[in-house]
């Protein structure tokens, strides 16, 4: 029968078959470096969202809503990937949203740069 090491240290285990870890100090260090893990993930999103949400802002400025060209909006950093919310419209009119502020695609890689509507959509606090 093979003998049941810790997870963390590798030091042979005793007692329940159940047994994962050789003691607290083990199984803390384990689940410590597994949530790291996670949250440098959810991190790096958060930190996109932010990103992205700076950029519309800084180019809506004061202005409800404004034109740019796709390659401006790259060319800022924004990344595609990365949205909180989509508003489906008609006739594939969507609305991409990060945060309050969003995107419409519009003809010859434009898009319309808008606040977000501050009237409640479906079930939003
Ligand atoms: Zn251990």
Redesign the pocket.
Known sequence: MNQRR?E??N?PLKGRSDKR???DY?RNTYHNRKHQKRNRVRYATHQKLQRNRQILKEILGSKARRVIGREQLIQLGFDFGFLTEILRLTRGQNYYYIYDVGYRLLEANRLLIVHKDKRPLAISS
């Open positions: 810790c963390e240290c030091s870890f050789c003691g083990c």
